[in-house]
C-alpha cells in the first residue's frame, strides 16, 4: 500500500509468505512511464521482512504521483 504524505509517500510493505523476504528492495516509479523516481530519501531500504511481518516506510521525494516496485530474494517483483 503507498499513501502521499507532505513530503513524498508512505509505503505498508506485508510479507504474506511463509519464508523471510531478503534484501527487499523499495522504488518509486512514475506509474505512466515506468521510469524510476530520483531522488528519493528513504528511512530504510534492503529490508529482511520475516512471515507475517509489517512495516511502514516514508519515502521522501518531490514526485505528485508513484508507483511502489518491489524487489528482493524471496519477494515477486511487484509493481504497486
Same mark, same amino acid.
Given at each position: 500500500?503507498?499513501?502521499? $504524505?507532505? $513530503?513524498?509517500?508512505?509505503?505498508?510493505? =506485508? *510479507?504474506?509468505?511463509?519464508?523471510?523476504?531478503?534484501?527487499?528492495? !523499495?522504488?518509486?516509479?512514475?506509474?505512466?512511464?515506468?521510469?524510476?523516481?530520483?531522488?528519493?530519501?528513504?528511512?530504510? *531500504?534492503? !529490508?529482511?521482512?520475516?512471515?507475517? =511481518?509489517?512495516?511502514?516506510?516514508?519515502?521522501?521525494?518531490?514526485?505528485?504521483?508513484?508507483?511502489?516496485?518491489?524487489?528482493?530474494?524471496?519477494?515477486?517483483?511487484?509493481?504497486?
Amino acid at each position: 500500500r503507498l499513501e502521499q $504524505t507532505g $513530503t513524498g509517500f508512505l509505503a505498508e510493505i =506485508e *510479507n504474506p509468505g511463509t519464508a523471510p523476504a531478503l534484501m527487499t528492495e !523499495l522504488r518509486l516509479k512514475d506509474p505512466d512511464t515506468g521510469k524510476t523516481i530520483l531522488p528519493v530519501f528513504s528511512e530504510d *531500504n534492503f !529490508l529482511t521482512l520475516l512471515p507475517g =511481518e509489517k512495516r511502514r516506510v516514508r519515502l521522501d521525494c518531490r514526485a505528485d504521483k508513484a508507483a511502489l516496485w518491489l524487489k528482493g530474494f524471496n519477494v515477486k517483483e511487484a509493481v504497486l
